[in-house]
């Protein structure tokens, strides 16, 4: 056998770069094995933190912020762990929440190499199911049998302290020995004797680094929750690259010992080494005194460290697990990147590229917002997260939290199925209608309130999220989602299981193209609590749970979703309307677009509480008033649903009203029409459809129209106050449909503003990922920077037309992503310039 034999094709020498075969006892999880096939950077996670560490829920949430780190810096997280006698190498959500609320239950075990077999092996023959944690040295092996080469974690295990009396040492050291495997972790714990571990891990063949984080010169070897620790690293990595390096190396090698390297805990986070000395000093002295030894060694120290430290020694720890992680992830994707192309093609891009702005593809998660994919667990439905998941120590705002945009309508568990032809050679895009279609599936949280808020929520706006989830597997798991994205839930109705309803599901069926085919959507959680009682009472949810916060915060913007049936949505303008709120409307469909103007059998004044004024006590129908006092001051339809809210309105004999026509008749508009200046203002294929018709004719009920006709763009149409200064600007004039002249003193009207904006960006087929969520994500940009606090920046207001182009931006983010709300939105703070 020849060397290139022996390196790439010896079973025992290069295991690593083959994945091992599900079977009864080990399970491979599919996204796993697609992200290897692929050469997608994969990083292995361990489960003995969230089942021996963190307490239930607390785990849940870790895990899901952890899983996100890994995501949004472009790798694919692999966690692992035993469910039910099976190694899981990738847990789905379900999965990974059975393992976590197992947490603290003497049957729930720790799983090192020497428990694997136990663990596994017994269910065949006694029927037990265990379930565990892996250990660092557990992790290591299953990673390895997947053929993952990088894996991050918190700390490394170590020799104890009197390990030459008590032959106490961490398996970690003796499994980096044996498995290829490279580990990421902070150093071992100051409580262990840090020189005698890496005596020993060089006794194993195990290289040891340290990344230097900037610092110059000598580098010390961390020592978890400080630094430092007076003793120097075997040897220093300057970046991400150079770990790639040192790890392609080892595998091209054949070499069988793992790696270490060491990711010193984030400065902001670190504890000075003196006082952790004089803590671990204590602590050790109380284990010693109390007989604790072995397996029970550890957790009785750090239980210790973390009461006398005040609680410090845990905020560093999650600083440092979160920072390793993160690291662990560009590692990864450096190394495919050498996989991939080869050394010397990387040296020769480099060489040409210069050096400061290598690297910059990375997001940096401490100011990115967590990203939630189809296959995150934040996104896969987190069974049993619980209600305690806002005391959760995620840092996350308050429970209440001042807001300046209140967001009401649809959460929801999204499935988006996107077709797959098994051929392209198929000859539609679309799928065959009365049987099944092979289809990519996947889910996530969503809800069209839910994105809209997310999308404010990434650029920075204080937003609050008004919606109602079942006390079931989905709602606990919005809960949860909810927390780790950094918003409060006090505006989250949680009903009751007896009430026998069920979390808002969505479910979009998408062609090859990525575009919508068709969609279902259950609402029917919004239409249950809607329903008003009389006189109003306890059980009637807006009165008693949402109305008293929107009277508490008085926001600059309510945005309501047409999710709501026609008497709820109703409810929620005349509370706006009361608090002087204005409101965005998003009309969501163009089955549910007219409920803004749809006749209900219910008259209005009996849907609102006592203290909220009715325009009319006797009227069948919701009475809307016209500008200047609208009910909405922003509606954002596609074209299908502007004519669906134009056909309503016309149904309801909206436009034979007496004070319709005399905001119209101020308009400045020619009896004989404005075809040609319409034409000039957007196009003439879209006067020909009614697009700014249309619009104009709805600006009395709302006053700016933002229309989207597809790839043409946006077309504001907007009504301008009198007085307003660009009716009297050069810049605007351009845009000036009309004057209203003396005509429109008497109703306030000074004339009309029209303009197409076309796309920011043509995208290419290939680089559309979903259309999902693709206007949520331009309404809650748009209001983001309208209701954008400027303080003492100073100057003007933003106005609508000055956003659009921002919002077009980041819809296209969300269209080359497969969130329905990009999770790089937060890129165009800048942009927004508030």
């Known amino acids: 056998m020849n060397m290139s034999d022996s390196i790439y094709t010896g079973p025992k020498l290069h295991r690593s770069l083959s994945i091992a075969a599900n079977n009864s006892v080990l399970k491979i999880s599919e996204e796993i094995r697609e992200a290897l096939h692929s050469k997608r950077p994969v990083v292995a996670l361990e489960t003995t933190i969230y089942t021996h560490g963190f307490p239930y829920p607390a785990n849940v949430a870790l895990a899901s912020r952890l899983e996100s780190i890994v995501r949004v810096n472009g790798g694919v997280p692999a966690t692992i762990g035993i469910l039910n006698g099976v190694a899981r190498v990738g847990l789905d959500a379900e999965e990974l929440i059975k393992l976590t609320s197992s947490a603290g239950k003497a049957e729930t075990l720790k799983i090192s190499r020497r428990d694997l077999a136990f663990a596994c092996g017994l269910k065949t023959v006694t029927g037990g199911r265990f379930n565990g944690g892996t250990t660092i040295a557990g992790t290591m092996i299953l990673a390895h049998l997947a053929g993952i080469k990088v894996f991050a974690t918190g700390g490394l295990g170590g020799v104890h302290r009197g390990a030459e009396n008590s032959m106490d040492i961490s398996a970690d050291l003796t499994e980096l020995g044996r498995t290829p495997v490279t580990v990421i972790s902070s150093g071992c714990k100051s409580f262990l004797d840090i020189p005698r571990t890496l005596e020993y891990l060089e006794t194993e ?253 990434l650029l920075g706006s204080r937003v609050r999220l008004c919606s109602a989830v079942a006390d079931d597997l989905s709602g606990r798991a919005a809960l949860a989602t909810l927390s780790a994205q950094g918003f409060d839930t006090c505006g989250i109705k949680v009903l009751d299981a007896s009430s026998g309803l069920r979390t808002a599901q969505y479910v979009a069926v998408n062609d090859a193209k990525k575009d919508l085919f068709v969609a279902m959507a259950d609402m029917s959680i919004l239409e249950a609590v809607s329903t008003p009682t009389r006189p109003p009472s306890s059980s009637d949810v807006f009165t008693s749970f949402w109305l008293p916060q929107l009277q508490r915060e008085k926001p600059n913007w309510l945005i309501l979703d047409a999710n709501w049936p026609a008497p709820a949505l109703h409810r929620w303008l005349r509370a706006a309307q009361s608090i002087n709120a204005k409101v965005a409307y998003e009309p969501v469909s163009t089955a549910k677009a007219p409920r803004l103007f749809t006749t209900t059998t219910t008259s209005t004044s009996t849907l609102l509480p006592p203290y909220l004024p009715s325009s009319s006590s006797s009227s069948s129908s919701p009475s809307l008033s016209v500008f200047p006092n609208p009910l909405v001051h922003i509606a954002t339809p596609n ?60 600006l009395p009920f709302i006053p700016c129209v933002l229309a989207k006709p597809g790839q043409r763009g946006v077309l504001l149409t907007q009504l301008l106050g009198a007085g307003d200064p660009r009716l009297d600007e050069a810049d605007a004039a351009p845009w000036l449909l009309s004057r209203s002249g003396e005509a429109g003193e008497g109703v306030g009207v000074g004339g009309v503003y029209m303009r197409l904006f076309g796309p920011a960006e043509v995208l ?71």
């Not at 994707?333 to 690297?359: H, N, S, T, W, Y």
């Open 205 to 457: 063949g195990v290289a040891v680094a340290t990344f230097a984080d900037g610092r110059e010169g000598k580098i010390d070897f961390p020592a978890f929750w400080s630094r430092e620790s007076g003793v120097r690293s075997p040897m220093v990595l300057r970046d991400d690259r150079e770990a790639a390096a040192v790890i392609h190396a080892q595998h091209l090698l054949g070499l069988n010992s793992g790696l270490h390297f060491a990711n010193p805990v984030p400065e902001e986070s670190s504890m000075l080494k003196a006082d952790m000395d004089a803590l671990i000093e204590e602590a050790i002295k109380q284990a010693n005194a109390a007989g604790i030894s072995g397996s029970a060694n550890t957790p009785f120290v750090l239980a210790k460290i973390k009461e006398l430290s005040g609680g410090r020694s845990v905020t560093a720890n999650r600083a440092l697990i979160e920072a390793n992680v993160k690291r662990g992830t560009l590692v990864a994707k450096e190394l495919v990147k050498l996989e991939r192309d080869g050394v010397e093609e990387i040296a020769a891009r480099d060489a040409q590229q210069p050096r400061a702005f290598r690297g910059l593809d990375a997001v940096d998660v401490r100011s990115a917002s967590p990203r939630s994919p189809s296959d995150s667990l934040s996104q896969k439905l987190l069974e049993k997260a619980g209600r305690e998941v806002s005391d959760l120590p995620l840092n996350q705002p308050p429970v209440e939290q001042s807001v300046d945009i209140i967001v009401a309508g649809a959460l929801a568990v999204d499935f988006s199925c996107d077709y797959s032809p098994l051929s392209s050679s198929v000859s539609t895009a679309s799928p065959a209608l009365q049987t099944s279609n092979p289809a990519r599936i996947t889910q996530s949280l969503g809800g069209v309130a839910h994105n809209i808020a997310q999308a404010a929520h």
């Open 639 to 698: 074209i299908h649903e502007l004519s669906a809210l134009h056909a309503a309105a016309r149904a309801a004999a909206l436009f034979d009203r007496a004070d319709w026509w005399s905001v119209i008749d101020a308009l400045g508009i020619p009896p004989t029409g404005a075809r040609v200046r319409m034409a000039l203002a957007s196009t003439p294929d879209l006067v020909d459809a009614g697009v700014p018709q249309m619009s104009i004719q709805l």
């Open 764 to 834: 290419r087929e290939e680089e559309i990922v979903s259309v999902n969520g693709v206007g949520d994500t331009f309404l809650g940009t748009l209001m983001a920077g309208l209701a954008g606090r400027r303080g003492e920046k100073g100057g003007r207001a933003k106005r609508v037309e000055d956003l659009v182009g921002v919002a077009q931006m980041g819809s296209c983010l969300t269209l080359r992503s497969a969130e329905a709300v990009s999770p790089r939105l937060g890129e165009l703070r800048r942009e927004l310039d508030l």
